[in-house]
Structures are given as structure tokens and as C-alpha cells.
Nanobody, 124 residues
């Protein structure tokens, strides 16, 4: 089982920024497709962003495009989600996930490994 650990969540005001980090084994960060999902209370888990091992990325255009950026630091074995211009509707538990190498997938079922999540709360 691949261990993923998210960090960086917290409570912020609307318009502020946060950077989430996902720590994973070096081979996972280097070879797997890495994704971020989020789940708000009473809602289904939602795709946020993903990045393939060759660096191609995908975003949930409707909700985060232009505000969030996914990146990967293979030297540190970390995957980041930079979140700018946060809105109250971004409030959720954010999960890091890893999928077998391939194009960035938006489907939770494509991901084999999940972290425990980190809470992000944005107040107006």
C-alpha cells in the first residue's frame, strides 16, 4: 500500500491563498499520475487537478481553473496544490491520490491510493 500524507490545510479568508502538500514515496511521485480531489459535507468527492508523470496536467475547469496550480517536486517527493483567490465554496477536505501511470484522470475510481485528507476552510 502506497502511503500518501497531505498537509497545509487550514482556515483562511476569501481571497487568500494556501499551498497543500502531498508527501509520497519517491517512486510514486516520479512515476504515478498524482491527483487532488475534494469533498465538502453532504457532497460527492470532486476532482480538482491531476498531473501525469510527464507533466501534463488537468483541472476542474468549472471550479478551479486559473486559481489552482498542481505541481510536483520529485527531488522532495512532494506534490503541491497551490490555491489562490480562495472562495467559501472551496471549503472541503482535500485528498491526494495516486494512479497508475497514464493521462491525468478525473475519475476517483482511476486512483488506487489515497491520503487521509486535509481540511480547508474559507470564510467570507
Amino acid at each position: 500500500q502506497v502511503q500518501l500524507r497531505e498537509s497545509g490545510g487550514g482556515s483562511v479568508q476569501a481571497g487568500e491563498s494556501l499551498r497543500l502538500s502531498c508527501a509520497a514515496p519517491p517512486r510514486t511521485v516520479m512515476w504515478y499520475t498524482m491527483g487532488w480531489f475534494r469533498q465538502a459535507p453532504g457532497k460527492e468527492r470532486e476532482f480538482v487537478a491531476a498531473i501525469s508523470r510527464v507533466g501534463s496536467s488537468a483541472y476542474n475547469e468549472d471550479s478551479v481553473k486559473g486559481r489552482f496550480t498542481i505541481s510536483r517536486d520529485t527531488a522532495k517527493s512532494l506534490v503541491y496544490l497551490q490555491m489562490n483567490s480562495l472562495k467559501p465554496e472551496d471549503t472541503a477536505v482535500y485528498y491526494c491520490a495516486a494512479a497508475q501511470p497514464g493521462s491525468p484522470s478525473r475519475e476517483p475510481r482511476s486512483y488506487d491510493h489515497w491520503g487521509q485528507g486535509t481540511q480547508v476552510t474559507v470564510s467570507s
